[in-house]
């Protein structure tokens, strides 16, 4: 089907050529093993090109080159934050917060530490997704050793004032850890200016890698591995180096512009609007200005998510809807449930992800077709009458 | 340097490019993130591509498509392997056994689980590296959950006889976890014939890309994943999928034939061969037969292993040693010292590992210049007279 057009997650995960032309050298001339100084030259050239990429990188972020670790994603960047802190921290220190809509790897991680006996605080959010910075003073108690709260939804695309709860921590002596996955390079992070000790971030949400990911690490932050081998990534992170990826990854980066986050940020908003112009009972999830440029979120009432995302393929549009089945979770959307949705909310949610390669005849053409399933599809639908008002 | 030669881990780190080949098009066109079957139909296509690629590193195994899982390297599956089944363990079940001669992966995460109250034994082992079944069978006891022992050696190259091994375990009822990441595709391995529970192996060790790797779990096996996030790998892997580096592994293995593992054994007994003839005061650290095909370790008397690295690299050679500044460990080999070699040994020790990129004319030019090198080396050598006999 040439002219199927991803606009959900799969969209980002396309590697852009250029970043391939960037890791070909890497993969086939430059290949050696990265050595340290005692090494061979070819391995010293390695580390020199591994530290290249990582410099790159710590650019974006404002943040010396040696804050960064490459991982194998932001699953384990963020798995390293939380465990890797609190597995260091002292022993009355045994409690962290997190916000009630995090992602699996900070959420599942807070659960699983739960179980081993650490006290975890989950922050409810607004309608909009938002944590209240007051709610998180309150939380924090003697004993919280860190805070993790998500820079931008995975789903809905809020933004969060991460400036604001790090001020908040770095008041109360507290970690401060962000899960960047989905806003690096969408949306500009100083982490001095937003007092952050840890940020999650990964190549595989800006047509860069899969299998390479990256976490910041202030300088002086105790952290402890979460996993035994070589003493790679500053003895925070074991096992052969990809640098192949790493420098994937750094290019990729280096590839958005602010130019691309405007036209993504126009683009989304084109699609909200004409959403909202030819489909009745539809709620826009999120808030409507402080979310990812790339991002909106919609639920069409009275209709299954699956069934929107099985005939949108039909027609050539891939969607992601925040349905238990579609998303291998067991639960609908914990996302949408925590900004006040019930069932019938989440599971009529559809999450449209912008990209590079997306364009404003896609966005027109992709209102047009959701508007015609959505119609045919309530007139077949279980799912009760229109809503009154 | 055209013509700069790698005898050492940097020779298999180079990608072959008909693995390059392989993943061009996951990387542009068929990039879609792998969906469940309620998915859109190119993420189920792009599952559909994740799991050809599992079944088709299945099949070198002997292994059923659903006992493999992709992890990020033979790293993170050897801790999955003895973290995952010693957290899934009974509490009584609390004490692990493993050899020595461990790689870091499997010998510092046996030193982080014994400090966290697990009881390990570390078995010894022979003048060349072999353990004694006897010994292993004398080890277990009641409370034993698992046996970790290599397939083979990552410096000395030398093979366990893991059939043994792994029948003594499944005779006691205990799991048997081998680290294969040198040996996969060199040397042949059924799981069933050796009864292996767990097995570690990876794509970097074979001209495959760097960032993946896997690990073999028998059906039936018990096993805690050890962080959290998603419900990929059949919930024992979370984090997106990089099927890139899945489809690039299974083609990489395809890629070995039995007559490349015969030219590589023919290859390293030429250098072995040559080095004896030319160089005094030599000797062979592991078994002369029962080794991997692609490795020779030779300690060079009287010479240190930097030296040796460093003026090979000079007349364009990278070798490796077992010297504690050049592996960015703190000590000289583990390795060289289990088998009853002592720091002067160690620290002259030189691994060679060749690849399908290695030819006899490289290998004879080695030799020729290692003889030079050890020979100039050894006039200027504060390290003593050549020794009796």
Chains 1, 2 share one sequence.
Do not use: W
């Amino acid at each position: 089907m040439e002219s199927y057009c991803y606009l959900d997650n799969s969209a980002v995960t396309r590697l852009d050529e250029r970043v391939l032309e960037a890791m070909k050298p890497i993969f086939l001339e430059q290949y050696a093993v990265a050595t340290s100084q005692f090494g061979y030259s070819m391995g010293i050239d390695s580390r020199e090109i591994l530290d290249e990429a990582r410099a790159s990188l710590a650019a974006h972020l404002k943040a010396e080159p040696e804050e960064i670790i490459f991982t194998s994603g932001s699953t384990e960047s963020s798995n390293i934050a939380l465990r890797g802190t609190v597995k260091a921290s002292r022993k009355n220190h045994k409690h962290i917060i997190v916000s009630g809509i995090e992602d699996f790897p900070v959420l599942h991680t807070a659960r699983d530490l739960e179980r081993d006996g650490i006290g975890v605080t989950y922050l409810e959010v607004d309608e909009y997704g938002r944590v209240n910075p007051d709610r998180l003073r309150e939380a924090i108690g003697d004993e919280t050793v860190l805070v993790s709260i998500q820079h931008a939804n995975q789903e809905i695309g809020t933004l969060q004032d991460i400036r604001a709860i790090g001020e908040i921590c770095r008041g109360r002596g507290v970690l401060f850890h962000t899960d960047a996955t989905h806003s690096f390079m969408r949306v500009p992070i100083d982490v001095k200016d937003i007092n952050a000790d840890l940020i999650t971030f990964s190549a595989h949400t800006i047509h860069g890698p899969r299998g390479i990911g990256g976490l910041f690490v202030k300088k002086g932050t105790v952290l402890s591995k979460i996993y035994g081998g070589g003493f790679q990534e500053f003895d925070l992170r074991p096992g052969i180096e990809n640098i192949p990826g790493a420098v994937g990854f750094a290019r990729a980066a280096s590839l958005v512009t602010i130019e691309e986050n405007e036209k993504l940020m126009v683009l989304r908003n084109r699609l909200i609007e004409l959403v909202e112009e030819k489909v009745p009972e539809v709620t826009l999830n999120g808030h409507r200005t402080l979310r990812l440029p790339q991002n909106a979120n919609i639920t069409f009432h009275r209709v299954e998510g699956e069934s929107i995302t099985l005939h949108m393929d039909m027609r050539g549009f891939a969607v992601s809807t925040g349905s238990a089945c579609f998303s291998r979770s067991l639960e609908a959307s914990h996302v949408i449930m925590a900004i006040g949705g019930d069932h019938e909310r989440a599971h009529g949610s559809i999450r449209f992800s912008l990209s590079r390669f997306n364009d404003e005849s896609q966005i027109v053409r992709a209102a047009e077709e959701i508007s015609h399933v959505v119609e045919q599809l309530r007139v077949i639908s279980p799912l009760g009458h229109p809503r009154d008002g």
